[in-house]
Structures are given as C-alpha cells and as structure tokens.
C-alpha cells in the first residue's frame, strides 16, 4: 500500500484552501483521530490523552456517533474539539457532489462543529469551494499509517516521530482496523511530544 507518510508541498498547492498545518514557530502539534467514536479505541485515546495533558481533535463519523452518544459526549467533556467526517465515510471523489454534501448535513444534526476532514483526504475542488462556506476543511501533515495492516506499531511511531515539528497535524483513527498499531504508537508518540517540550493541542 502505497501513501505520503509527510504530505508533500505538490498536495499542498494543489487544496491551498485546506489547512494542511500550522505555523511552526508555535511549539504545539496538533492529534487527530479519524473514524470513531469507537467503544475500545476511543476510550483508550481519551485514557492517553488525559494521562499526557494533551488534547486532541476528533474527526468523527454521524452513524458512529448516534451509536455511541456517550462516548461522543465523554470526547467533548474532556475538552477536546470534534470534526465532522461525513455521516458514512463516503469518498468525494466517488460521491456526486449533492449527496456528499447531503450526507455531511446529516452528520452534522450530531455533530456541532465548524471543522471538516474528508475520508482518505479525498474531495473535489467544487466540493471544497461548497463546503468553504460552512467549514475549516482540516487536513494534515503527517500521516501515522496506522490503518496499514502490513506495519507494525514500532513502523507507526516512526512515521511520525521522524515527521513530526512544530505545528503538524497528524492522523491517527480510533477505529478497530486501526487498533492495534494506534494502541502501541499512540502512547510512545506523547511521550516524544512531552520530551520535545511539545504542547498537544486540539484545533480551535
């Protein structure tokens, strides 16, 4: 499987109106976690989190929260910031632009936010122009690959800790695919951020 582990400038220019990081001379970096709430990965995320003093942006799927309303609200009361990721994890680039936007709209009745990630990043540029009206379309830096089946946890911690400065935004998912390299990168990640004398920080 292949994919950019550090997004490469060329991905940049071509979405510039997508946020992609922030300024570097800020010493903070910025978690995400894609896909969930997920009744064992999510409570794990929020165990490290707090353990660490660390917050954290959840990017997170409308069915999944109807499913799991508690651990949705257990995510905002430990104060982290939440995202919209579409109501079923559909493709844009697959997804004809009016039931894209009408499924985002279904996710958002559960979903308050003003931030957006598209699933697997994919999104058309009239898709991005429609949504700018609502959302900050949030996408990222430095991807863990923690959905990778065919890595270890120890592969997932170094995709990012090689990565990582000041102002990144990395993508880990609370998800079950992704559970067993997230649950072992997650916690070696933090403590490279609390080494560095990184803040981790939710996006506002």
């Not at 990012?160 to 649950?183: C, N, T, Y």
């Amino acid at each position: 499987m292949f994919y950019f582990t550090k997004t490469p400038g060329f991905l940049k220019s071509l979405y510039k109106s997508c946020t992609w990081n922030f300024s570097p001379a800020v010493p903070a970096v910025y978690l995400t976690f894609d896909d969930g709430p997920h009744p064992k990965a999510t409570p794990f995320v929020l165990e490290q989190l707090k353990k660490y003093d660390a917050k954290a942006t959840f990017f997170c799927i409308g069915k999944n929260v109807v499913e799991h309303p508690a651990i949705y609200q257990q995510i905002l009361l430990d104060g982290h910031a939440v995202g919209n990721h579409t109501h079923n994890h559909l493709n844009g680039w697959k997804t004809a632009t009016d039931k894209y936007l009408a499924n985002i709209k279904e996710a958002a009745q559960y979903i308050r936010t003003k931030l957006f990630r598209p699933p697997y990043g994919r999104i058309s540029p009239f898709q991005i122009k429609e949504l700018k009206k609502e959302y900050q379309i949030i996408m990222w830096d430095v991807l863990s690959g923690d959905f990778d089946t065919e890595i270890t946890g120890e592969a997932c911690v170094q995709n990012v800790v090689f990565k990582l400065q000041p102002g990144s935004i990395v993508v880990f998912h609370d998800s079950e695919k992704a559970w067993d390299r997230m649950s072992y990168a997650l916690p070696r990640v933090l403590e490279h951020c609390k080494r560095q004398g990184w803040e981790v920080r939710a996006i506002v």
